[in-house]
């Protein structure tokens, strides 16, 4: 089972860690658990970030309603538990107009 679909069952088993950032930073963005719940049953990851400690972490592209938010969120097959990091709105000073694909840095 990939690992995107892991976090996905685990959404429906309430097995979720909000770091305190992510709930910080989604205040700020207008950004709701729902708006982050959806993303990644939408989703898709986009970049894998396997050196991240303590868990391997990813960046997820999905919608929520007609809005894209990317969600970065780690997996810990262990407790089979997603940790929520950060979810924003991708913008196209970083990203191409799609919301997936990063623009090159200049």
């Known amino acids: 089972m990939n690992?995107?679909?892991?976090m996905q069952e685990a959404l429906e088993k309430r097995n979720i860690i909000w770091r305190?950032?992510?709930l910080s930073r989604m205040l700020e963005r207008n950004i709701s658990r729902d708006d982050v719940?959806?993303?990644i049953q939408d989703g898709e990851i986009i970049e894998?970030?396997?050196e991240d400690k303590p868990y391997p972490s990813y960046l997820i592209?999905?919608?929520s309603g007609n809005k894209r938010i990317h969600v970065v969120a780690s997996w810990d097959d262990g407790?089979?538990?997603?940790?929520?990091?950060?979810a924003y709105i991708p913008d196209e000073d970083h990203f191409q107009e799609n919301g997936i694909a990063r623009k090159a840095r200049q």
């Open 3 to 6: 690992t995107l679909v892991k």
């Open 20 to 22: 305190r950032h992510v």
């Open 37 to 39: 719940f959806n993303a």
């Open 48 to 50: 894998s970030y396997p």
């Open 61 to 63: 592209s999905g919608f």
């Open 79 to 86: 407790a089979q538990a997603v940790y929520i990091i950060t």
